[in-house]
């Protein structure tokens, strides 16, 4: 049987994803700070038989025997990587040095979770792995952006220099359920707004563009990406692309048309525009997310309702 250890396990990915393996009958321990995470996402697996939970911060080393590493670990909405930038650079840098290091001693195969965000506001539209990126080094998206990117450098490196097997994985703006209700990101934000009947909070025009891929297109991209033997950085995501008011409208028609918009400042580095190319996902995985927008923000929002 093959033994998992998913990093952030009990976030917003990593509770889908260790649902999934665990599905596939495969052995899941996940480690979490819970900075984040929260253990309500992991309450449906604690008691299953293949399932383990450790505290433990990823800053600091551990001794684990497993197959399969998938690291997660990092908060991944702004108003949390913001919250404590330094801790973010170190989650990014030491976390990913030390899973990387244990992946080396026990011959573990290695997922990065890494980002659209090592783009930072790109030039290149839509954004091809070959991009290379435009990142402010010294802004406020900065300790999440460069963390990205330096922990994408230290898989690259432990791949060359000991044969570690990696893969990096971009991952573009992705949602749905058990994502915290505080998380801040729009998706959650602009859903929980209608639902309580608020103004829903458009950051700057409104004309910034993303491009939304559902959870369960997305955890199924992560996985074929840990089965294959491609190295290199691959984007996963949705290449739809909205403008941030697009998806105000589709919310708010979705819960309560009479919502009003309240329009507020547009956070620094906020990039103007976002889609992933992902012709290299589809030739190498055979891989392309199936659920439109509207489609996955209906279930998103059943899910919200439920557990507002
Ligand atoms: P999340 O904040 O819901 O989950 C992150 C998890 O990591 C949480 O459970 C948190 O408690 C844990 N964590 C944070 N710092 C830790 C530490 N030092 N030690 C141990 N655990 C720690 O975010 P998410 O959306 O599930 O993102 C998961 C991963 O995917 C992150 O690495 C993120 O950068 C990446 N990612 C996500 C998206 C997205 O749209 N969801 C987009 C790009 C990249
Ligand atoms: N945004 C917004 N209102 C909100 C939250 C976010 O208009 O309540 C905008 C934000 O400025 C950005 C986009 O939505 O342009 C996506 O923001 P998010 O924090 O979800 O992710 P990221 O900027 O990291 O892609």
Same mark, same amino acid.
């Given at each position: ?12 990915l ?20 819970? !900075? ?13 038989? &293949? !399932?383990?939970?450790?505290?433990? @911060? ?12 998938w690291?997660? %670990? ?6 949390h &990587? ?17 899973m ?18 090592v /783009?930072? @506001? ?10 290379? +990126?435009?990142?402010n ?5 900065? =300790? /999440? @952006?460069?963390?990205?990117? $330096?922990?994408?450098?230290? =898989?690259?490196? /432990?791949?060359?220099?000991n +044969?570690? @097997?990696?893969?990096?994985?971009? $991952? ?18 602009? #859903?929980?707004? %209608? ?8 950051? +700057? ?6 491009? !939304? =891929? ?8 992560? #996985?074929?990406l840990?089965?294959?033997? &491609?190295?290199?950085?691959?984007? #996963? ?10 998806? %105000? /409208? ?5 819960i309560?048309p ?19 190319? #992902? ?30």
């Amino acid at each position: 049987m093959k033994r998992n250890l998913v990093t952030g396990g009990s976030g917003f990915l990593g509770s889908h994803l260790s649902k999934r393996l665990l599905e596939r009958g495969e052995e899941v321990i996940c480690i979490d700070n819970f !900075f984040t995470g929260t253990k309500k996402n992991i309450e449906p697996l604690i008691n299953h038989p &293949y !399932f383990e939970l450790i505290r433990h @911060d990823v800053t600091e080393p551990i001794k684990i025997e497993v197959d399969k590493i998938w690291h997660l %670990a990092c908060p991944a909405s702004p108003i949390h &990587y913001q919250f404590n930038p330094i801790k973010t650079t170190k989650t990014s840098f030491l976390g990913t040095y030390n899973m990387l290091g244990l992946a080396k001693r026990v011959g573990a195969k290695f997922l990065l979770a890494s980002t659209s965000e090592v /783009y930072g @506001d790109p030039e290149e539209h839509p954004q091809t792995e070959s991009y290379k +990126g435009s990142v402010n080094t010294t802004g406020i998206r900065s =300790c /999440y @952006d460069e963390g990205k990117r $330096i922990a994408e450098t230290l =898989c690259s490196d /432990y791949k060359r220099v000991n +044969g570690v @097997d990696t893969r990096i994985m971009r $991952i573009f703006n992705t949602y749905g359920p058990n994502m915290r209700f505080d998380d801040g990101r729009v998706v959650s934000n602009f #859903i929980i707004q %209608a639902l309580k009947n608020d103004k829903i909070t458009l950051y +700057g025009d409104g004309e910034q563009t993303r491009s !939304f =891929c559902y959870v369960d297109d997305l955890i199924e991209g992560m #996985i074929l990406l840990m089965e294959s033997n &491609y190295q290199m950085p691959m984007n #996963i995501g949705n290449p739809k692309e909205f403008s941030i008011k697009e998806l %105000a /409208y589709l919310v708010r028609d979705l819960i309560n048309p009479n919502l009003e918009f309240e329009y507020k400042d547009l956070p620094q580095d906020d990039p103007k525009q976002r889609k992933p190319s #992902i012709v290299l996902a589809k030739k190498v995985l055979n891989w392309e997310p199936k659920i439109v927008l509207k489609e996955g923000l209906i279930k998103t929002i059943k899910w919200f309702k439920s557990n507002l």
